[in-house]
């Protein structure tokens, strides 16, 4: 088992930055890939960024290409996404996941964290 916890959210205006954490406790962490993805009221769960068990691999989303990077520290059990020049299209709330394979669909992953409120205002 993996327990996720994820921290960071808020409210910011627009084009300001916030920076998501993600704990992980329980199983090895570095055996694990990790990913956020995040749901708005209304619509549909999307995908935004995944890191692969070394941090050597990476994958975006278009909409936030650029503007976001994830990061990984496995002597911390952590994962992270700093997301700058926020929009209020960015408003969701953001999950951070983890899967054991590499790459995965992170709207299946095996681990889910309870998600943390991003609010942006314009």
């Known amino acids: 088992q993996v327990q996720l916890v994820e921290s960071g959210g808020g409210l910011v205006q627009a084009g300001g930055s916030l920076r998501l954490s993600c704990l992980a406790s329980?199983?090895?962490?570095?055996?694990?890939?990790m990913g956020w993805f995040r749901q708005a009221p209304g619509k549909e769960r999307e995908f935004v960024a995944a890191?692969?068990?070394?941090?050597?691999?990476?994958a975006y989303a278009d909409s936030v290409k650029g503007r976001f990077t994830i990061s990984r520290d496995n002597a911390k059990n952590s994962v992270n996404l700093q997301m700058n020049s926020l929009k209020p299209e960015d408003t969701a709330i953001y999950y951070c996941?983890?899967?054991?394979?590499?790459?995965?669909?992170?709207?299946?992953?095996?681990?889910w964290g309870q998600g943390t409120q991003v609010t942006v205002s314009s």
């Open positions: 996941v983890a899967d054991p394979n590499w790459p995965f669909i992170v709207s299946s992953a095996a681990y």
């Open positions: 329980g199983r090895i962490f570095r055996s694990y890939a």
């Open positions: 890191i692969s068990r070394t941090g050597g691999s990476t």
